[in-house]
């Protein structure tokens, strides 16, 4: 069984709401994941990550009933913090851990469709720059570039990589990309749904950290 399967994301209802909790509980198993990654450099981007939940979550228990959707929040805060937001809150944790979920989405899916370095099949680091072009780089300033730089030096081989996406196991490549392509429906449709809400909320910053 694939690591990203033993707590999948779920089908979206009709009207695409993200449900606060059940979304809560799925990302929170994304940050371990790293620890398979061997590197500390992935440290940080672990704890950005965290941080970002333990933001999300802390604004959630205030009130759940009230914010049982990840929009009740979004709204919620644009109603109570007049000019500072969105750059406030759980509305920032969000936009933040959006594009991380956006990049992985996008590095998973470069993967699942075969996309690889000819001269070095065994990297990963032609997907992971592709994700990270899209979904991250025009928000990162010099020295961030430079901390992704030196993670794409330290990231795993792609047999390792999938490895670990396998809890360690030898499964065939096939296999597991079967897997990784499952967990990416929900997770892609997700991923949307929160853009989509950050588009149409006009919540959405461009600045660079
Ligand atoms: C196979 C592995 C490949 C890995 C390649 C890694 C590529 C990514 C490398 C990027 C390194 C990023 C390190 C951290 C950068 C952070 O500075 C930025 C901005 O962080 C936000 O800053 C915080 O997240 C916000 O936190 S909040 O919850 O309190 O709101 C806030 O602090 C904000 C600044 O606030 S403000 O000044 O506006 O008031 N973070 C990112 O860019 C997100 C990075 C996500 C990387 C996801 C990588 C996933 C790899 C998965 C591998 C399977």
């Known amino acids: 069984m694939s690591l990203l399967l033993d707590n999948p994301f779920q089908e979206l209802p009709p009207d695409r709401a993200v449900d606060t909790d059940l979304f809560l509980e799925t990302v929170s198993h994304i940050p371990s994941f790293f620890d398979c990654l061997g590197s500390t450099v992935f440290s940080v981007i672990k704890s950005d990550i965290n941080g970002n939940i333990t933001k999300i979550r802390a604004v959630y228990l205030k009130d759940p009933a009230k914010y049982v959707t990840l929009q009740a929040i979004v709204e919620a ?14 509305t920032l944790a969000l936009m933040w851990l959006k594009r991380g979920l956006r990049f992985i989405q996008i590095l998973l899916q470069s993967l699942a469709d075969g996309e690889r370095d000819e001269n070095n099949p065994n990297l990963i680091r032609v997907n992971i720059t592709k994700a990270y072009e899209q979904a991250l780089k025009k928000y990162h300033g010099w020295i961030v570039q430079k901390i992704f730089r030196t993670a794409l030096l330290a990231a795993p081989y792609r047999s390792n990589f999938l490895k670990a996406l396998s809890r360690g196991e030898e499964v065939k490549e096939e296999d597991c990309l ?26 959405e910053l461009d600045y660079a950290v």
Do not use: C, S
């Open 178 to 203: 079967a897997n990784v392509r499952q967990f990416l429906v929900n997770y892609t449709v997700t991923v949307d749904a929160i853009y989509e809400m950050y588009t149409n909320l006009n919540a």
């Open 77 to 90: 805060e644009r109603d109570a913090h007049g000019a500072q937001w969105p750059k406030v809150g759980a």
